[in-house]
T-cell receptor, first 113, second 116 residues
Framework: GESVGLHLPTLSVQEGDNSIINCAYS??????FIWYKQESGKGPQFIID?????DKRQGQRVTVLLNKTVKHLSLQIAATQPGDSAVYFC????????????FGKGTKLTVNP | DTGVSQNPRHKITKRGQNVTFRCDPI?????LYWYRQTLGQGPEFLTY????????KSRLLSDRFSAERPKGSFSTLEIQRTEQGDSAMYLC??????????????FGPGTRLLVL
């Protein structure tokens, strides 16, 4: 069945370091992936998305890499700041029908000053 | 663009009572989704609308749950005869599906439900 999982439930980094959050997915039919940031008591906040016809996409301080061969997704955050502390979720969907998102459990990122 | 809004933000109710939540999507977004999130887990899909039509419902959506989007704009999610297991964060998201591809889903702040 569909599943999205994360390799590490927690990640602690120093301010200014780069962070890498990993995600594995199992549905080979998935063709769209999104990373969300969720702070305590708030809804998920869109960070960046990538379609399956791409391997890499860059945003402001963030980069998403997609490896379809091993069904792996990663989020890289450059120069991590205390405000980046949150839970990060990857989500997958496939085109057609509802395009509902399937989420993993999340990785908690803590940025130490 | 004021983002997705949800009301109320918090709801405490007694078991057996009915509750209704409202979601106002980003204007002109044609798709609206409801998800449920429990502590420590990622959101789980409940149902989705394209305009006013409810086109898919998850098996998580028991007969006690009903959702509407009467005019293709705001949506309501009602839970009848609430149970303690219904306690969760109820999230709404909207998207504007692009021709030939996905539209990113943007989430509201959620409604946190506690059933006593």
């Amino acid at each position: 069945g569909e599943s999205v999982g994360l390799h590490l439930p927690t990640l602690s980094v120093q301010e200014g370091d780069n962070s890498i959050i990993n995600c594995a997915y199992s549905n080979s039919a998935s063709d769209y992936f999104i990373w969300y940031k969720q702070e305590s008591g708030k809804g998920p906040q869109f960070i960046i998305d990538i379609r399956s016809n791409m391997d890499k996409r860059q945003g402001q301080r963030v980069t998403v890499l997609l490896n379809k061969t091993v069904k792996h997704l990663s989020l890289q955050i450059a120069a991590t700041q205390p405000g980046d502390s949150a839970v990060y979720f990857c989500a997958e969907s496939f085109q057609g029908g509802s395009e509902k998102l399937v989420f993993g459990k999340g990785t908690k990122l803590t940025v130490n000053p | 663009d004021t983002g997705v809004s949800q009301n109320p933000r918090h709801k405490i109710t007694k078991r057996g009572q009915n509750v209704t939540f409202r979601c106002d999507p980003i204007s002109e977004h044609n798709r609206l989704y409801w998800y449920r999130q429990t502590l420590g887990q990622g959101p789980e899909f409940l149902t989705y609308f394209q305009n006013e039509a409810q086109l898919e419902k998850s098996r998580l959506l028991s007969d006690r749950f009903s959702a509407e989007r009467p005019k293709g704009s705001f949506s309501t999610l009602e839970i009848q005869r609430t149970e303690q297991g219904d306690s969760a964060m109820y999230l709404c998201a909207s998207s504007n599906r692009l021709a030939g591809g996905h539209g990113a889903q943007y989430f509201g702040p959620g409604t946190r439900l506690l059933v006593l």
